[in-house]
Structure formats: C-alpha cells, structure tokens
C-alpha cells in the first residue's frame, strides 16, 4: 500500500505546485499566501508519504484529496484535478491493502512450506 500511495502524493505534490503557479496569476490573491497555502500542501503530501502505514496517515490522505477538490474555487481546473486524484488515492489504498494481505499470505504459505 505504501508504495502505491506514495506514487499518489508524489504526483499531487507536482499537482499542487503547477496550480500555485496558475493562482499565482489571480490579481486577487496575494503571491505570498498562494504559496503559503500550496507550500504547506505540498508539504503535507511528502510528509504523509512517509505516514501512510501509521494510524491516521489515510484519513489525512482524505483530507488533502478533500483540499485539492476545494482549492477548485481558486483554480477552476482543480475540481477535476481533484477529482481525479481522489480516486487515484481510493484505488491506492484499496489495492494496496489488497497487495498486503495477499503478501502476508504468500509469506504464511512459504513459512508453513519451510516447517514442513
């Protein structure tokens, strides 16, 4: 699961990055709170990379897919961006969970092998 997610946050941290550049050139926002807002998610989708296998790395995952869909009302292109990378995080999550069982599975068979 860990390796699948991380792929997911990698790509949102890129994401993330290019949409500052766009909001960047909203005359409304200030510069300096764009890349505050965007340093600090792109933070978080690093930090949470590392997090993923520990309780709550998921959830938090969820809230930064929740974050990038809203960051939509600054850059309309987000809502699909977004969008996107939920169900990327979904399909992470759920097939990577799938990967470990079947992982852990395969090491019970190979130790009970070894026993015999």
């Known amino acids: 699961m860990r390796t ?7 790509g949102e941290f890129f994401v993330i990055g290019f ?3 766009v909001a ?3 005359p409304d926002l200030a ?8 340093g ?6 690093v930090l949470l990379c590392g997090m993923v296998t520990r309780p709550g790395g998921v ?14 009302f600054v850059v309309p292109m987000m809502f699909f961006m977004g969008a996107m990378f939920a169900v990327l ?6 097939f990577g969970r799938q990967i470990d069982e079947a992982k ?7 130790a009970e092998g070894d026993a015999a």
């Open 59 to 72: 959830q938090l995952g969820w809230a930064l897919q929740i974050a990038l869909i809203a960051s939509g």
């Open 31 to 38: 510069v300096s709170t764009v890349w505050t807002v965007c």
């Open 4 to 10: 699948l997610c991380s792929s997911t946050l990698i």
């Open 19 to 21: 949409a500052g550049l």
């Open 24 to 26: 960047m050139k909203d």
């Open 104 to 110: 852990a599975r395969f090491a019970a068979q190979g």
């Open 40 to 45: 600090v998610a792109m933070a978080l989708s």
């Open 89 to 94: 995080w979904w399909a992470s999550v759920h």
